[in-house]
C-alpha cells in the first residue's frame, strides 16, 4: 500500500508540472494541494482517510454520509438493546405467571386428595350403618317369625291353665296401662329378645325415640343423610376435577406462550446483526434474484426504477448464461423472474 502514495517532495512536482502543462490550474486548486501536502505526513489523517474511502468502497456508503451513518447505527443499536430488554421483561412476567399457576395447580390436587380422602372415610362409615341396619332387620324378622311360629303352636295346643290365662290378663292389663298394646309389647320383646341386655336396650330405646318404628326410622335418615353428604362431596370432587383441567389447559398455554417468545427471541438474536441489509433488500422495488448456469454463482439485482431490462450477466464470470434462482423465489413465495419488494 505505501509504494502507492505520493511523498511530500513527490506532491510538489506534481503541483508545479500541473502549472506548467496546465495553465489553467487555479490558484484555489492550488492552495487545496499545498493543504493536502500538510496533512500527507500525518500518519492519524492518512489513516482516517483509508478508513473513509474503504467504508465507501466496501459497503456503499458515500463519505459526506459516514457520520450520519455511524449515529443512525448507534441509535438502531440503542432501539435494539430496549426491545431485548422488553423481551426480557415480557418473559420474566410469563415465567411469574407460570409458578403462580404451578403453585395453585398444586393446591387445586392437595384439596382433590383430601375432598377424596373425605369421601372414602364416608362411604365406609354408610357401608357399617348399612351393615348394622341390615343386622337388626335380620334378626328382628327372625325374632318375629320364632315368635309367630310359636303363638301358632299355643293356639293349636289350647291347653293352657287357668292361671296362665288369669296372668295373660293381668300381664294385657298392665302394659295397657302403661299406654301400650299386648301386640306392641310383643313385638318388642321379639325384637330385644336376642340382647343379654333386653331390658336397658328397650329402655334407652323407647326414652329416645318413643318406640322402636321411630328408631328405625331415625336409622334410615341417618343413612339417606349420609347418602346426600356423599353425593355433596362427589360434586366438590367433580367440581375440583374441572377446576384442575381448567389450570392445566391455562398452563399448558402459558407454556406455549414462553416458547414462542423465546422463539422470537432466538430469531431476534440470530438476524439482528443483518436488519440494515434486510431493510436495504427490502425496501427496493425491483429486486430479483439469479442464477450463473455457467460457473453456479448466486446473486441478486436491484434494477434502478423502471429502466427497461437489459441483458444480464454473472458479476463472476461476465458470461450471460444467467437465470431466475427457483430456490430464492421459493424461499419467498412468489414466482420465478419477477421484479419483488419484500417489505411492505
Same mark, same amino acid.
Given at each position: 500500500?505505501?509504494a502507492?502514495?505520493f ?9 508545479r ?14 492552495q ?13 489523517y492518512l ?8 467504508l !465507501?468502497?466496501e =459497503?456503499? /456508503?458515500?463519505? +459526506?454520509?459516514?457520520l450520519?451513518?455511524?449515529? @443512525?447505527?448507534?441509535r438502531?443499536? $440503542? #432501539?435494539?438493546?430496549?426491545k431485548?430488554?422488553?423481551y426480557?421483561t415480557n418473559l ?7 409458578k403462580?399457576t404451578e403453585e395453585?395447580?398444586? !393446591?387445586?390436587? =392437595?384439596a /382433590?386428595?383430601n +375432598?377424596?380422602?373425605?369421601l372414602?372415610?364416608? @362411604?365406609r362409615?354408610?357401608?357399617? $350403618? #348399612? ?5 337388626f332387620?335380620?334378626r328382628?324378622?327372625?325374632e ?11 293356639r ?5 291353665t287357668?292361671?296362665e290365662?288369669t296372668?295373660?290378663?293381668?300381664a294385657k292389663?298392665?302394659v295397657t296401662?302403661?299406654?301400650f298394646?299386648?301386640e ?5 320383646a ?13 329402655a ?8 322402636l318404628t ?10 339417606k343423610t349420609l347418602g ?5 362431596m ?6 375440583l376435577e374441572?377446576?384442575r383441567a ?10 406455549t ?12 438474536h440470530r438476524?439482528?446483526h443483518?436488519?440494515s441489509?434486510?431493510?436495504?433488500l427490502?425496501?427496493?422495488n425491483?429486486l430479483t434474484f ?6 453456479g454463482a448466486l446473486?441478486?439485482v436491484?434494477?434502478?426504477?423502471n429502466v427497461?431490462?437489459?441483458?444480464c450477466r454473472?458479476?463472476?464470470?461476465n458470461l450471460?448464461f ?10 419467498v413465495?412468489?414466482?420465478s423472474g419477477?421484479?419483488?419488494?419484500l417489505?411492505?
Open positions: 500500500m505505501m502507492n502514495e511523498t511530500a517532495e513527490e506532491l510538489k512536482e506534481v503541483i508540472a500541473a502549472r506548467i502543462f496546465n495553465p489553467g490550474f487555479s490558484e484555489e486548486q492550488f487545496s494541494l499545498v493543504e493536502l501536502e500538510k496533512h500527507v505526513g500525518d500518519p492519524v489513516e482516517t482517510v483509508r478508513g473513509l474511502t474503504k !465507501e468502497r =459497503k456503499g /456508503i458515500p463519505l +459526506s454520509q459516514a450520519e451513518t455511524h449515529d @443512525r447505527l448507534l438502531e443499536n $440503542e #432501539e435494539l438493546g430496549q431485548n430488554a422488553a426480557k420474566e412476567a410469563l415465567e411469574g405467571r407460570l403462580a395453585k395447580y398444586r !393446591e387445586v390436587m =392437595k /382433590i386428595q +375432598s377424596v380422602t373425605q372414602e372415610e364416608l @362411604r362409615e354408610q357401608a357399617r $350403618e #348399612e351393615k348394622a341396619l341390615a343386622a332387620k335380620k328382628a324378622i327372625e318375629k317369625e320364632r315368635i309367630d311360629e310359636e303363638l301358632a303352636e299355643y293349636q295346643k289350647a291347653d293352657v287357668e292361671a290365662i296372668v295373660a290378663g293381668q292389663a298392665e296401662k302403661h299406654g298394646t299386648l306392641l309389647a310383643l313385638d318388642m321379639a325384637e330385644f329378645a336376642s340382647y343379654s341386655n333386653a331390658r336397658e336396650r328397650l334407652e330405646a323407647l326414652k329416645k325415640y318413643g318406640k321411630s328408631c328405625i326410622a331415625a336409622l334410615e335418615t341417618d343413612i346426600e353428604n356423599r353425593r355433596h362427589e360434586d366438590i370432587l367433580s367440581h374441572q377446576e381448567q389450570h392445566e389447559a391455562f398452563l399448558s398455554q402459558l407454556k406462550e414462553i416458547a414462542e417468545k423465546g422463539e422470537l427471541v432466538g430469531f431476534y438476524y439482528v443483518l436488519r441489509l434486510i431493510e436495504y427490502g425496501g427496493s425491483h439469479h442464477h450463473c448456469v455457467w460457473c446473486f441478486w436491484i434494477r434502478p426504477g427497461p431490462r437489459s441483458i454473472c458479476p463472476w464470470c450471460a444467467v437465470e431466475a434462482d427457483k430456490n430464492a423465489y421459493a424461499a413465495a412468489q414466482p419477477v421484479p419483488l419488494k417489505l411492505p
